[in-house]
């Protein structure tokens, strides 16, 4: 029997604030619309917004597709940036390398890839420098 699968694709600017999270934004509605759990959504749109900020702020955007099942919400984020240097120290709570202006901004606290982490069940990073990152997240509707 083939899996029910929902794909939804998104374009993230590469440096139009105003547009950042149109993409988590129109997920959470989808979910909503699905009848998901108030919790899975409030997860899965942290977690989307965070990323989707990250490409604004250090990707020069980049591509988002999303795979929604009745057992979980995968958030497939590609992005055209320098890549993460070391995967290890971006993950601590506080670290960034936004610059002064998108910290002006109210952007680049270093806790983008932190809260990712926090709000999804399965996270994995893959980053080439030079060429871009991948950040494959996933939150269970129902236990794995």
């Given amino acids: 029997m083939a899996e029910n699968v929902m794909r939804l694709h998104y374009t993230v600017s590469d440096t139009d604030f105003a547009v950042a999270g149109e993409a988590s ?10 009848g998901v759990p108030g919790e899975i959504i409030r997860k899965v749109s942290i977690a989307m917004y965070e990323c989707e900020i990250n490409m604004v702020i250090h990707a020069d955007g980049g591509e988002i597709d999303v ?3 009745p057992e979980k919400i995968r958030m497939i984020h590609k992005d055209r940036g320098p890549g993460i240097k070391d995967i290890e120290t971006a993950m601590q709570e506080g ?3 936004a610059d002064e202006n998108v910290r002006e901004l109210g952007f680049g606290a270093g806790m983008g890839l932190p809260n990712m982490k926090r709000y999804t069940d399965e996270m994995n990073i893959t980053t080439v420098i030079g060429e871009g990152t991948t950040v494959d997240m996933t939150v269970y509707v129902k236990n794995k």
Avoid: C, D
């Avoid at 959470?28 to 699905?34: A, H, I, N, P």
């Fill in 95 to 97: 670290y960034s390398t």
């Fill in 25 to 34: 934004s129109s997920v959470k509605k989808v979910l909503k619309q699905l």
């Fill in 67 to 69: 795979e929604i099942t």
